[in-house]
Structures are given as C-alpha cells and as structure tokens.
C-alpha cells in the first residue's frame, strides 16, 4: 500500500509570501500519477495540478507543481487571500491514496 | 459546463444501506469515469472507488470490497453509490466526481448520518 505524507501539517504565511507544500510517497510512483487539490470549508475539493506538474483548466500560474519518484511539491509563487486552505496530494490509479492535507493560514 | 448535481442529505440506522446519486452534466457521460470520494467531519478524503461511465467497470478500494456497489445509468446520465451495513464511522460526506484517475470536477456532497 502507498503511503503519501504531506509537510508540514500547517503553514502561517503572509499574503504575498511563497508556500511550498510536500509529499512524500513510502514507495516510488510509477509515472507522474500525482495530482493536488484545494479544499475550502464547506466546499468540494477542486483540482489544481495532476501529471505532477500540468496546471488543470483555469488554474492561475502562481500554481505549480513539480517532483517524481517519491517526492512531490506544490508551489504557490505568491499567496493570495483566495488561497487558504486545505491542499491535498493524490496518487490515482491504483491504489489510489489521499494525503492527510496541508492547512495553509493567514499568519 | 460540466455539472455533478448530487441527492440530499441521509439519515440512516445503523446496519441501513444508502444509495447516493450523481446526476452528471454538460459533457460526454461515457467517455469519463466516475470516482466516488468520502470525508469524515473534520477529517481528510478517503477514496472509495470508480466507475467506468461507458461499460460499468472500475474497481474498488480494498477497505469498501462487499460493501459497496457503484453502478451507472446511461440513458439519465446518473452513476450512484451504495453503502450497505452503515456503522458510525460511514457519517461523512460523500462526494461523486469526474475521472477514473484524477477528479477534474466534483460534485456538491451528500452528508449521510448514521445515527440510532
């Protein structure tokens, strides 16, 4: 079974400021099966990148995603107001796994 | 656009089954899959599964296995899923989506209670 572990379990940061969001996979991920989701409250998740590094349909560039093998991360250049939240990080196809989520807060 | 309009909110006994639908929209229901994802109050998302919305095939995860049946029609453009022997720990909101891989558009959520 794929363990994926994401870092830190929060981040405070600053709007304006980088974020950088991590997951680690317990066992190399065949192909580039990784894909990051935002989660606001009381909302459905929302698809920001998959293909570790392919920005879905609207996704603003300040979004990107980057890594292979076990280690993945999610950059936001410069945080906006918009963008606190709960990310998460997926490998799809199976098995498919959730990370347990990446709180980012207003520092 | 695309749209995934769920059903309402369940409440259930324990040991019920519940059937959530997912009424899809605005693009070619068989050429995607439907995933089906759950999250428990204040917890993360756990992926239960998906069907193929062109022949009825998908896979389970292996925690749901005999439990769980996810099925389509395609003359309504509807996929549904069924949780039988509800316990407890199935209160969550079940979420139904785009993509057998990756899910590029979700549905709403359906809050399912399991309550005596």
């Known amino acids: 079974e794929v363990v994926l572990t994401q870092s830190p379990g929060t981040l405070s940061l600053s709007p304006g400021e980088r974020a950088t969001l991590s997951c680690r996979a317990s066992q190399s991920l065949s192909g580039t099966n990784l894909a990051w989701y935002q989660q606001k409250p009381g909302q459905a998740p929302r698809l920001l990148i998959y293909?570790?590094?392919t920005r879905a349909t609207g996704i603003p560039d300040r979004f990107s995603g980057s890594g292979s093998g076990t280690d993945f991360t999610l950059t936001i250049s410069r945080l906006e107001p918009e963008d606190f939240a709960v990310y998460y990080c997926?490998?799809?196809?199976?098995?498919?796994?959730f990370g347990q989520g990446t709180k980012v807060e207003i520092k | 656009q695309v749209q995934l309009v769920q059903s309402g909110a369940e409440v259930k006994k324990p040991g019920a089954a519940v059937k959530v639908s997912c009424k899809a929209s605005g693009y070619s229901f068989s050429s995607y899959g439907i995933s089906w994802v759950r999250q428990a109050p204040g917890q993360g998302l756990e992926w239960m599964g998906w069907?193929?919305?062109?022949?009825?095939?998908?896979n389970y995860a292996q925690k749901f296995q005999g439990r769980v049946t996810m099925t389509t029609d395609t003359s309504t453009t509807t996929a549904y899923m069924e949780l039988r022997s509800l316990i407890s720990d199935d209160t969550a909101v079940y979420y139904c989506a785009r993509g057998g891989g990756y899910q590029d558009s979700w549905g709403q959520g359906t809050l399912v209670t399991v309550s005596s």
């Open positions: 069907i193929s919305g062109n022949n009825g095939n998908g």
């Open positions: 293909g570790a590094s």
């Open positions: 997926q490998r799809y196809g199976s098995p498919y796994t």
